[in-house]
């Protein structure tokens, strides 16, 4: 089973911007769909932004378009969320997870965490003035 370990997160000011990084262990990230979740004080947990093993496709939760990318390398099992634009509400604690798809849904991703097997301990991400 991969072992995930997040890196990236700190306190930005609204606007600013953070890179955060997911590196994998134990396993190659091939044939893994990749997903970043966040968690926030006293709301459930949410998908924000999911990838294909290929890289070929992804999705994001409406209020991230255009403002998050979700990008991997499968060379260096490392998948990242670029997070631009961070407003307060972006607030929590972000976390990556994987999934292994049947072959016949690999060229899709899904922001649901109930496929994701393996996952992080979490990086907080603090936006705020």
């Known amino acids: 089973q991969l072992q995930l370990v997040e890196s990236g997160g700190g306190l930005v000011q609204p606007g600013g911007s953070l890179r955060l990084s997911c590196a994998a262990s134990g396993g190659t990230l091939n044939n893994y769909v990749m997903g970043w979740f966040r968690q926030a004080p006293g709301k459930e947990r949410e998908g924000v932004a999911c990838?294909?093993?290929?890289?070929?496709?992804?999705k994001y939760v409406d209020s991230v378009k255009g403002r998050f990318t979700i990008s991997r390398d499968n060379a260096k099992s490392t998948v990242y969320l670029q997070m631009n634009s961070l407003k307060p509400e972006d607030t929590a604690v972000y976390s990556c997870?994987?999934?292994?798809?049947?072959?016949?849904?690999?060229?899709?991703?899904?922001?649901?965490?109930?496929?994701?097997?393996?996952w992080g301990q979490g990086t907080q991400v603090s936006v705020s003035s």
């Open positions: 997870a994987v999934y292994r798809p049947p072959s016949i849904f690999r060229n899709v991703c899904t922001l649901g965490g109930g496929l994701y097997d393996s």
């Open positions: 990838i294909t093993d290929s890289g070929s496709s992804t």
